[in-house]
């Protein structure tokens, strides 16, 4: 992102353009910035001690686009429901490179494993493991599997950690030690599927490598222990996701470098200190792949001053991006074609959706804001697109590649007729 005469460019396009040619609300991503985060990835997360591979977890932000830039570099895919998968066929990621997850796969959504020869289920519980057994045999096909785990480590609720939260819906409690053993016996068991290992994520937007320390620490106890008492051999390791990237000042985020000595070095000390042995481990990551290479851009329209605020109103919202009214989320913003400007006033930018809480960004200091401004919001590659919605019947904004000073549309506005595709008037037949 530069500026040049006041307008900010991304990818080296500047925005008027941008938002003359492919209207707003827009997403943009810098794809440069983007490949460079998957490359510092699959650059510093290596070991000598085992091998490595950077899964993107595809729910931050799924797209073709995307995907083909995940093959280019030979990461992996993390997918959670048949709808991902399919994309992730339609984006010819090899099958051998995808996990899929969920907590409650359903039967279509295995059947589609099966079909598309996905290779690594990550299984959550036991009764998927018995569904997922049946069904190997069913299609007579191999598939691997490795299991996740709550480790008990919870990054959110207090900084030195510790306490996870027994309560949590993905996986099985790591103190469930008989649990583990007889998922793994009864995968032994089976013809068809072959047991590789574990898998635990422990939250988003963590800033606090300790969180992720204590996890290998658990994770690697476990490891040996099922070695030692129970003769179990554990392949794979997959961390999960998770780290934190910058949205505002208040936040401080390690370089994608850091993160992955870190982790690589507390994983290379707890291999040697337990002696045991790792064919591979993996890490997942989703939002510090993408969020900060992305930006919404949006026009402004009307303003208004009540009693204590002064309102500017964006052609968006709630409907692109609903992370402030989920999360609380906060971000912060330009006006993109006064980047030379003083900013001289305090703003709340709200949306134009109907609810009062559809407001992305309270007190923005910004240049004095003019009808057909535009606002340009950092960091919303993450979870914006992914979690955008038709709410108050809003189209989903089109998503825009730049990169070294050329743009591409990878993912179409929607338009009216699209809100009613889905509307029939037929008669089921019960
Ligand atoms: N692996 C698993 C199993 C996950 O559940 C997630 C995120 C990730 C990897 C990637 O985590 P990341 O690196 O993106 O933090 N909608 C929320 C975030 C939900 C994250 C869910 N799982 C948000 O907008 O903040």
């Known amino acids: ?232 051999i554990v392949r794979f390791l997959n961390l999960g996701g998770g780290f934190g990237v910058h949205y505002t000042d208040n936040d401080d985020p390690l370089t994608i470098k850091e993160i992955s000595n870190l982790l690589i070095k507390k994983c290379e000390t707890e291999i040697k200190k337990h002696e045991i042995k790792l064919d591979k481990i993996m890490i997942e990551p989703g939002r510090s792949m993408v969020a900060e290479a992305g930006y919404t851009l949006y026009t402004i329209g009307f303003n208004k001053k009540t009693p204590n605020k002064e309102y500017i109103f964006i052609d968006g919202g709630m409907s692109d991006n609903i992370r402030v009214a989920l999360y609380q989320a906060k971000y912060d913003c330009d006006i993109a074609n006064k980047m030379d400007e003083d900013k001289t006033t305090c703003y709340s930018v709200a949306g134009k959706c109907c609810e009062s809480g559809d407001i992305l960004i309270e007190n923005a200091m910004l240049p004095k804001a003019e009808e057909d401004d535009l606002l340009v919001v950092y960091s919303t590659g993450a979870y914006g697109y992914s979690m955008a919605n038709n709410y108050n019947k809003l189209r989903r904004p089109a998503v825009v590649f730049a990169k070294d000073g050329k743009a591409r549309i990878v993912i179409k506005r929607e338009d009216y007729q699209d809100m009613t595709r889905y509307e029939t008037d037929e008669e089921v037949n019960i």
Do not use: W
């Open 1 to 232: 992102m530069k500026n040049n005469k006041n307008m900010m460019y991304i990818g080296g396009v500047p925005c008027d353009k941008l938002a003359e040619t492919c209207g707003t609300p827009l997403y943009i991503y810098d794809e440069n910035a983007i490949e460079e985060r998957i490359k510092n990835y699959t650059t510093y997360f290596k070991s000598d001690l085992f091998d490595t591979e950077i899964i993107y977890a595809s729910k931050a932000f799924a797209a073709k686009a995307m995907f083909q830039i995940v093959n280019k570099y030979g990461a992996s895919l993390d997918v959670v429901s048949g709808g991902e998968l399919y994309l992730a066929k339609e984006s010819s990621v090899p099958m051998d490179r995808i996990y899929f997850h969920g907590n409650n796969k359903t039967e279509e959504e295995l059947d589609i494993a099966f079909k598309y020869g996905c290779k690594t289920i990550v299984l959550d519980n036991l009764m998927e493991c018995a569904k997922l057994i049946e069904k190997a045999e069913e299609y007579q096909k191999e598939i691997h599997v490795i299991i996740r785990i709550n480790p008990g480590v919870n990054a959110h609720t207090h900084k030195y950690i510790v306490t996870g939260d027994p309560d949590s819906k993905f996986g099985v409690l790591i103190e469930d030690y008989e649990k583990i053993v007889n998922m793994i016996k009864v995968i032994s068991a089976s013809k068809y599927v072959i047991f590789d290992g574990f898998h635990s994520h422990i939250g988003s937007q963590i800033f606090d490598m300790e969180a992720f320390h204590v996890t290998v620490e658990r994770m690697i106890k476990l490891i040996k222990r099922l070695k030692d008492e129970d003769d179990i």
